[in-house]
């Protein structure tokens, strides 16, 4: 288990947060998020390298602090 | 080749609009698209279903007129 904190960017609207969740809740082991337009907190058994591969995927920026 | 006009729901800013292309653009077989908050005009060699289930899995709806 691990606890992350990431900055996000390109999220412009609450459209583009169900997005990033939606992206996130595809993947396993994620315990629990909370995605905002600015910032992810997301806890669970998932690498950091995955997390911003996913938000990167579904067209978003991403990066720890 | 097809070309496929879908409708689509809950864009609702450029962001949203981004976030479908990246993830149309990782499928094989797309030649060309456009796509607005409200719709996407797509070409290439790539079923209807997938198309829908690709927007769908990045969080937003779509159906075929």
Redesign the interface.
């Known amino acids: 288990m691990a606890d992350y904190t990431l900055t996000l960017n390109?999220?412009?609207?609450?459209?583009?947060v169900?997005?990033?969740?939606?992206?996130l809740e595809?993947l396993e082991g994620i315990e629990s998020m909370e995605i905002t337009q600015d910032s992810a907190n997301i806890s669970g058994s998932v690498s950091l390298d995955l997390l911003i591969d996913t938000i990167e995927?579904?067209?978003?920026e991403a990066s720890a602090d």
Chains 1, 2 share one sequence.
């Open positions: 390109g999220l412009t609207c609450g459209g583009c169900k997005a990033v969740k939606q992206a595809q995927n579904a067209g978003f």
